[in-house]
C-alpha cells in the first residue's frame, strides 16, 4: 500500500515500519515516467523488505546509549563522533542496499530499469 501526503516542498518518500510507503506531491511532481515512480516506490520497498527500519532504530539505541554513559547531548563532540561514525555510514550502507532490492524487484515486476 502507499499513501500520497500533501506537501510541494517536500521532494522525498520513505516507508513505514508496517510496510505502508508514504509519498510526498513535491517527489511525485518530479516524476515524468511511470518508470521513474516506480523506482522511487521499489527503492522504498526494498527498505521494508531488508527490515531496515528495524536495523535503524537499533542503530539509534545504540547511539542514544552511548550518549546515556557519557552524559553527552546533540551538541557534543561525542554525539556529533558516533553519529559521524556510526549512524551515517551505517545509513549509507542502508541506501545503496535499498537501491540493489530495488532493481532486483523493478526487472522481477518487467520495468525498464535503463528508462527509470
Known amino acids: 500500500r502507499y499513501f500520497v501526503l500533501e506537501d510541494d516542498e517536500q521532494e522525498n518518500a520513505f516507508v513505514s515500519a ?6 510526498y506531491t513535491g517527489l511525485l511532481r518530479l516524476m515524468k515516467t511511470d ?3 516506480a523506482v522511487v516506490l521499489a527503492h522504498e520497498m526494498a527498505h521494508f523488505v531488508a527490515e531496515h527500519n528495524t536495523e535503524r532504530t537499533g542503530f539509534e539505541w545504540i547511539r542514544r546509549g552511548v550518549d546515556f554513559l557519557t552524559g553527552s547531548h546533540e551538541r557534543s563532540t561525542i554525539h556529533k563522533m558516533t553519529t559521524l561514525g556510526l549512524t551515517l555510514p551505517q545509513s549509507r550502507l542502508i541506501e545503496r542496499e535499498a537501491d540493489h532490492i530495488g532493481l532486483i524487484l523493478l ?8 528508462a527509470a
Open 18 to 23: 508496517g510496510g505502508v510507503v508514504l509519498i
Open 107 to 114: 526487472s522481477r515486476a518487467c520495468f525498464d530499469i535503463d
Open 35 to 37: 518508470d521513474q515512480l
